[in-house]
C-alpha cells in the first residue's frame, strides 16, 4: 500500500536556524497538508495545499513558515528563525480529489530545536 | 469553530476484553466527517475508522466500531477483543464537509491513552 514519506525522521537545529522538512505524498493525491504536535498535547493543523497553492492555514502558520512543492512529488515545509517553542512533531499528510478521501498520514518528522 | 473533547486521558483494559473511547464535538454544521487515528509509540498517526455524518449506521471496521449519537454530538470508538498492538493514543477527529466555511483542516481532540494488560 502507497504511503506518504518523510525525512528526516529527527531533525536536531538551533535556534535562529532555517530548517525544511520534506514529504513525498501519496502519488495519485491531490491534497497536501502540514500538522504539528508539541509534545504531550493535541494535533493542530498548519496548512494546506492544493493545485500549487495554499488553500488554508491557520493562525500558527505565520510568517515564519512557507511550504512547496518544487516538483511533481516533493512537498516541503520551511521554518525560518526557529524557536525552542517549534520543538514538536510535524506531519505531512495527503488525500485523494474527493472531498469524503481520508488523510494519510506519514510518520512524522521530530523537530528539536536547542 | 468546531472543537473535539475527548475526557478520558488514559484507558486501560484487559487483553481480550472490550472498550470503549469517548468523544464528543461541537458544531454548528449538519454535515462532516469523524474520524479516530490510532497513534502507537512509533508516533505514526493510522486511520482507524471513520463516520459520515449523513449515514445513520455506525462504522465497523473488524474489532472496531463507533457509536455515532448524532443528537448529542457523540462518537465513541468500540474496540472488542482487545489485542496488545491496540495499545496506543487514540485521537477523535473532526472535518467539516462544507468546504467554504470551514475548509478541509482535521480538528483534533486531546486524544486518549489507552494500555492494554496481558
Not at chain 1, 13 to 28: D, H
Not at chain 2, 15 to 21: F, G, K
Not at chain 2, 50 to 67: C, D, G, L, P
Not at chain 2, 87 to 107: I, N, P
Request: aromatic fraction near 12%.
Amino acid at each position: 500500500e502507497p504511503e506518504v514519506t518523510q525525512t528526516p525522521s529527527h531533525q536536531v537545529t538551533q535556534m535562529g536556524q532555517e530548517v525544511i522538512l520534506r514529504c513525498v505524498p501519496i502519488s495519485n493525491h491531490l491534497y497536501f497538508y502540514w500538522y504539528r504536535q508539541i509534545l504531550g498535547q493535541k494535533v493542530e493543523f498548519l496548512v494546506s495545499f492544493y493545485n500549487n497553492e495554499i488553500s488554508e492555514k491557520s493562525e500558527i502558520f505565520d510568517d515564519q513558515f512557507s511550504v512547496e512543492r518544487p516538483d511533481g512529488s516533493n512537498f516541503t515545509l520551511k521554518i525560518r528563525s526557529t524557536k525552542l517553542e517549534d520543538s514538536a512533531m510535524y506531519f505531512c499528510a495527503s488525500r485523494r480529489g474527493s472531498y469524503n478521501s481520508p488523510l494519510h498520514f506519514g510518520n512524522g518528522t521530530r523537530l528539536t530545536v536547542t | 469553530a468546531q472543537t473535539v473533547t475527548q475526557s478520558q486521558p488514559e484507558m486501560s483494559v484487559q487483553e481480550a476484553e472490550t472498550v470503549t473511547l469517548s468523544c464528543t464535538y461541537d458544531t454548528s454544521e449538519s454535515d462532516y466527517y469523524l474520524f479516530w487515528y490510532k497513534q502507537p509509540p512509533s508516533r505514526q498517526m493510522i486511520l482507524v475508522i471513520r463516520q459520515e455524518a449523513y449515514k445513520q449506521q455506525n462504522a465497523t471496521e473488524n474489532r472496531f466500531s463507533v457509536n455515532f449519537q448524532k443528537a448529542a454530538k457523540s462518537f465513541s470508538l468500540k474496540i472488542s477483543d482487545s489485542q496488545l498492538g491496540d495499545a496506543a493514543m487514540y485521537f477523535c477527529a473532526y472535518r467539516s464537509a462544507t468546504w467554504e466555511t470551514s475548509g478541509s483542516r482535521l480538528t483534533f481532540g486531546e486524544g486518549t491513552q489507552l494500555t492494554v494488560n496481558p
